[in-house]
């Protein structure tokens, strides 16, 4: 499992005093760099091999400035092309949101979905939570 | 059903040179703001009523700069006290995201949620879709 | 001159009530993109050659949610290998904002800056404001 | 003289590669809350009393993912009812970017701008670098 910590930004709140629920999924995508670093460490922008199929995210409670956020990162699935990853956010001692990305390994020259190689799916599994 | 042009900007790119995923929630919510005008023309942010629980992208086709994006919103359901809506976008003739949104009737101050009042549901259910 | 409308976006406000500030960049970097179709046409990614030097705003009023913002531009200065972009931005007919960007001819392969090529500074001498 | 760490997220790049420079300003936003937090310890969003009256960055080098930028914050000036804060931006050992903002003491039921209150200019005379 992985964990990071966000420390919210003022211009990510909202009118309504609370962080903006469009921020989540940035927050998720940096939360999931350290997987990508330990499954595909040798990726460039020229090379990179997924692509994201599908996210969601359940609001449980406002997030607000003045406290960090850790987010927890597991691996949720594990498929033949595709892999879901699993977030957690908490703030305060309580769990703030949580949701899920659907990513494809995907051949951008060929615009297709590939199989996950084994010594990835490898490290996806030992990460299943 | 309610629908609305983005125009993609330039630092909503990412560095795989498409449109950055994390962005679609906030032109889905840039496209309700027709649908709020309609169920609650008198809100103002001290009396916003209303939530988000919810929500969810499928990425269907890669979105690129060059082309503006239309999206399309309709109520998809309603409930007691939360309605879904439900989001499509197309750049250049093709589906390339849908979504939905689940929202909430709330009460700020009591921090409760609170049944759809009957007119405002009236509204939403003329544009169930 | 260039124009163009931007839709303030909710996400865009701030706990303050009003649009951050943070965003205004953002606004005038897409508005100038009708300028760089004009100079250049057949720019892709791979072959960009222009870098951002230097950006400042002046925010002479709060923008709000709920009125479109007309943006201007036009080039303040043309050098030796860089020119001057200026932006203002008016909502319910006051300039809310102004502010310019320098923008640097620049080699990505060689990263050195190079002389703006003559057909390009006829162009933007043109529109010299 | 503050000091913070950003880590840079993969939504910031943009289709160049780097990191877009329309994401500056909000580092250099959330590199001001320790400022904040000594000046006005107990603000809150209902008596916030500053308003940003202009701000600039310099890009001086690329900034990228994969290194973290550390961002120092001082004062540059104090005048009678506004100040400027300068920030210096350094990734991999090299400084990336300079700027300031200048925030003025504002009153927002009044929408006057009012004197720096002495206590604070205290504060922030005693960060002046």
Redesign the interface.
Known sequence: MYSCTI?P???E??????I???????WF??AR?PLFEDIIPSWT?AN?PI?????????LQ?IF?GADVTITTQIQKVGNASFTVYHEAFQSNKKVAAGNAVLVFFD?KTQKTTAIPDDIRAILESNLG
């Open positions: 420390r930004r003022f211009n709140t909202d009118a309504l005093g609370h903006s629920n469009t921020v989540l999924p940035s995508e940096s760099a922008i990179w692509i994201l199929a599908h996210f969601e995210v359940d609001f406002q400035l951008f």
